[in-house]
């Protein structure tokens, strides 16, 4: 593949949510800040009928919306509006799809990148289409939103569209997980330091806990979660790539092969959770009406207008079983209509071999590090520490915190969008924060396996109020091994 970062983006869904909500303001966002490469030019195609100039006082609008005042300014906008173009497809149209290829034949004088933000039943046609109007050869590449499918299945089937045209070199999925400053972080934390290394294996970790909690419901999108849930949302993209980069083992350098070759073994060293392991190892929640801050919130069905037994969440119990990890649990769960936003992972420390302080009264609690990615990216190392005072009836030890709040230690730093990196990264050709085929394909096949489980032990979501932790039996899943889920 050329190294020469592309000259051309065409999104396809510029008019979408996606786009709007995110893609717009993180191209906006490069290009105020002369990132992206000289005379680049974007070219949006959607369903809608615009021109050039409907577009521009489109994206405008979401501009202003969008990205806050002091990240903005008048002449960077309209700037940035005169590298937009439109062309309007509808993709099953024959002499629309050529214009629109005729259109990027024309703006093209360099390399392209395809972002493909449609459904993804459209990927493997879009393809098709670039790869007969001659545009998916050299010097092009393609970037892939998720969901890729809905099962491994539908999977195979779309990567194998995909990549009849497009070299797997020349594809990007996207996992905006991976874009965020905090999940690279994890990389930095692990591999740059040497001090947790050494404890950072079944030796010394107790158990770990990755929480992906949301405090919205489905905002509008009903029609895609109700056929997606938690496990095909979160759980098989998001999650899974939170643990792989949690448990893999060092890879030899940060480059596209190497760390995704490490975070596949983890994918395939994962435990089928299959047949009646369900039962005792995966809980399904839907939310019912509740309060989330404070906020009376309907219900998911009454959000949705309709019954539905789709999971608004999912929680495991986990293994990764491989020599590092034999026998320790991974404890997933991910959830809308929690109680407060936040991702983090939470690594707990098996306990002091032998406490010398037994006959004192003075209890140890084990040693934890907690790793939050969002809302603020933060590190928590919780350690013993003895309680001052004279000790007159005995020794006491208390709980403290190492606290580190990442956004006071880099005051300075902008804090950016996860598609910005993303972008730079695919419009440079660099993959490493991007999902290999092999990968998406690993992991479904482990969801797959679940959701298969579920309909065969007849296992349907078990109602939580909205603003709670989930159903009541995500309690037991962990209570049973004598652990608790961090709150
Ligand atoms: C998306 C899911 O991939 O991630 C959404 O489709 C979810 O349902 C979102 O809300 C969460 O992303 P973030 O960046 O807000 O944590």
Redesign the pocket.
Known sequence: MSARPASLLVIFGATGDLAQRMLLPSLYGLFRDELLPKSFRILGTARSELDDAQFRAAVEDTLRKRVPGEDRDDASITRFLGALHYQNAALDDATAAQTLTARIAALRDGDVLFHLSTAPRFYAPICELLGAAGLAGAGTRVMLE?PIGHDLASALAINDGVTRVFDESQVFRVD?YLGKEGVQNLLALRFGNALFEPLWNARHIEQVQIT?A?T?GVEGRGDY?DHSGASR??LQN?LLQLLCLAAMEPPAHFDPSAVRNEKLKVLRSLRPIVGGDVVTHSVAGQYTAGAVDGVAVPGYRDELGRDSGTETYIALRAHVDNWRWSGVPFYLRTGKRMPRRC?EIYLQFRAVPHSIFAGTGAHTDPNALVITL?PEERIELSLMHKTPGLDRSGLKLSRVTLDLDVHDAFLHSRRRLAYERLYLDAIEGNGTLFVRRDETEAAWQWIDGILDGWRTQGVVPKSYPAGTWGPSNSVALTERHGHSWRE
């Open positions: 998720k905006h992906v949301e919205i979660y949302d979160m998001h991702t969002q």
